[in-house]
Nanobody
Framework: VQLQASGGGLVQAGGSLRLSCTASGRTFSRYASGWFRQGPGKERMFIASISWAGTITYYADSVKGRFTISRDNAKNTVYLQMSSLKPEDTAVYYC????????????????WGQGTLVTVSS
């Protein structure tokens, strides 16, 4: 499956953005999906994940209450709605998918998108 992330950009602190991850190539509705981010000089870290049916979600503590992950399997798309953005949210955001498990660990995901840059100004 091929993943295409989009929706990044420049936003002021306190603002909102919605990232999209659109899949092609296979039946995306059977894949758990996750969002990760990597800031300058930092390791890639887990942000949020969602089960293939959309019934189970996990969030990193740093984004709970501010970010919401969702999916529309009819559109082969997973979303990350980001609100109350902070400068420390600045990073390249990656979407990922896996057909065999719903996990928060980057190493468990089989497919990755190319990343979209989110910059939050203070």
């Amino acid at each position: 499956v091929q993943l295409q992330a989009s929706g990044g950009g420049l936003v002021q602190a306190g603002g909102s953005l919605r990232l999209s991850c659109t899949a092609s190539g296979r039946t995306f509705s059977r894949y758990a999906s996750g969002w990760f981010r990597q800031g300058p000089g930092k390791e890639r870290m887990f942000i949020a994940s969602i089960s293939w049916a959309g019934t189970i979600t996990y969030y990193a503590d740093s984004v709970k209450g501010r970010f919401t992950i969702s999916r529309d399997n009819a559109k082969n798309t997973v979303y990350l709605q980001m609100s109350s953005l902070k400068p420390e949210d600045t990073a390249v955001y990656y979407c990922a998918a896996d057909s065999s498990r719903h996990t928060t660990r980057a190493r468990d995901y089989e497919y990755w998108g190319q990343g979209t840059l989110v910059t939050v100004s203070s």
